[in-house]
């Protein structure tokens, strides 16, 4: 369980630290925000090494 936790908090980490900056709470937010930067943030990780594994 504490694993699930972690790797959750970590899947979720970019988005909640753009929403920090910004001085805006989880439960302003709805998600939405954050889960927009997680998406940018995982999706261009996950480019980076799709390229990397191409060349």
């Not at 937010?29 to 996950?46: A, K, P, Q, T």
């Amino acid at each position: 369980m504490a694993t699930m936790r972690m790797l959750t908090n970590l899947l979720f980490l970019p988005g909640t630290m753009v929403l920090a900056m910004l001085g805006v709470t989880v439960e302003e937010d709805s998600g939405i925000l954050r889960s927009f930067i997680n998406s940018i943030f995982w999706g261009i990780i996950i480019l980076l090494i799709a390229l990397a594994w191409v060349d």
